[in-house]
């Protein structure tokens, strides 16, 4: 039977069609995107999977800067822990030289000396980032490591803890702390004061006092708003029949001077041993801190008690130096390991990413290959419901012919 009412065919036609061109646009999108599961609606279970996945690559990414930072760190210690080491065998080859009684030693202590400020600039330059490993100012830190993500979901991370070594020879710590209007002492090693004083006249008192057991090589260093002043005590301030004391306070003050900032001032007081009173005659809060160097308090503390000058103290020497220089090397080794454990972590880490990747694409990419013979086949399957509609449609004309 005919109907001009209702085409069956065409409505077979119709849908075939619809369901061609839907998959068609699927295809079509996948060429584009490059991906099979573009969104949640393509598949929602490897979508959840692969966004997951992609969430621990970018945090490996992470990662991977944190090792390379912590490595360069790692890396400039360890140079400057062989630096030192070398430095030191230089200076043992100058002891060695001062166990000859025909020889003037007093030069060769003045080449130990000149040495042994090296090592210093070495061990204070020897900072990435702010961060310094061989000045004794830190014990241990953590380099982030890896992410660790649980059966459970939950997700850790670790780290790699690198063992800090104190090549300095004096040592920094904070402990005592100096309150505005009261008088603050700097007494033993570690003390350190902090300050503020106010604009237009503000004052405050420091008082240097050491109890008699100044050493050659200890420092007091002052800070005043973003300048900084500091005073080595020396041999002769020791050996002074005056008060060490006074002639570090002065000494201090001389430094403080010299650094020529306005409308502050720093007066001795005579009547005080080894007080210096600041005041502040400027229009703005001056913050001013400081802190007192151990010289012996180093790792390579006893390298600047050395003294060649006699036969004595060069047979003394012979046997400091070799402890220091094992010193030296203990630190370089200890440093060249964790480097190359970090190294070997940020490759680890690095082919872990890949390989996350990887396994991102194999679930959510497109197969290019089979998209493309699939969008040939859709597209000769789409002529063909085309034009089998196009046929379903002109069904109803021939029923004109039965009224002719």
């Known amino acids: ?107 060769i202590q003045t080449d130990i000396d000149a040495l042994v400020d090296q090592i210093n600039t070495v061990v204070g330059a020897a900072q990435f980032n702010g961060l310094n490993l061989v000045d004794g100012s830190q014990t241990t830190v953590d380099v982030l490591a890896s992410l660790d993500r649980q059966s459970n979901g939950t997700v850790t991370t670790s780290s790699i803890s690198i063992t800090a070594q104190d090549l300095s020879t004096g040592g920094y710590t904070a402990s005592n702390i100096f309150s505005a209007s009261t008088a603050g002492t700097i007494s033993t090693a570690g003390d350190t004061f902090v300050t503020t004083l106010d604009q237009a006249g503000g004052s405050d008192d420091l008082t240097i006092a050491n109890g008699g057991t100044w050493a050659a090589g200890d420092k007091v260093s002052i800070t005043i708003g973003d300048k900084t002043a500091s005073y080595t005590v020396t041999s002769n301030d020791v050996l002074a029949s005056s008060s060490t004391d006074d002639l570090v306070a002065v000494g201090l003050k001389n430094a403080i001077d010299s650094l020529g900032i306005a409308n502050f001032s720093v007066d001795y007081d005579s009547a005080n041993p080894g007080q210096l009173v600041f005041t502040n005659g400027g229009t703005a809060d001056l913050s001013v801190t400081g802190q007192f160097r151990n010289a012996g308090s180093g790792g390579l503390g006893t390298l600047s008690t050395i003294d060649v000058s006699t036969a004595s103290g060069a047979a003394a020497a012979l046997t400091e130096i070799e402890t220091l220089i094992q010193t030296g090397i203990d630190a370089a080794a200890e440093f060249g390991s964790a480097e190359k454990r970090i190294d070997i972590q940020n490759t680890f880490v690095g082919k872990l990413s890949d390989a996350l990747r990887a396994g991102i694409g194999s679930m959510v990419d497109a197969d290019m290959e089979e998209a493309s013979a699939r969008l040939q086949a859709l597209q000769v399957q789409q002529q063909l419901g085309i034009q089998s509609l196009s046929i379903a449609n002109q069904a109803p004309q021939n029923v004109l012919s039965l009224f002719r």
Do not use: H, P
């Not at 990662?63 to 030191?88: C, M």
């Open 1 to 107: 039977m005919s109907s001009i009412l209702t085409n069956s065919s065409s409505m077979v036609a119709l849908q075939t069609l619809k369901g061609i061109n839907s998959n068609l646009s699927k295809t079509q999108d996948e060429i584009s995107t490059g991906k099979s599961v573009a969104s949640a609606k393509d598949n929602a279970a490897v979508w959840a999977i692969s966004k997951v996945m992609e969430a621990d690559v970018k945090g490996f990414k992470g990662i991977s800067d944190s090792l390379a930072l912590g490595e360069s760190t790692v890396a400039v210690a360890r140079q400057a822990a062989e630096t030192v080491t070398d430095l030191l065998t230089e200076v043992k080859g100058k002891i060695v030289a001062a166990q000859e009684d025909n020889v003037d030693r007093a030069k």
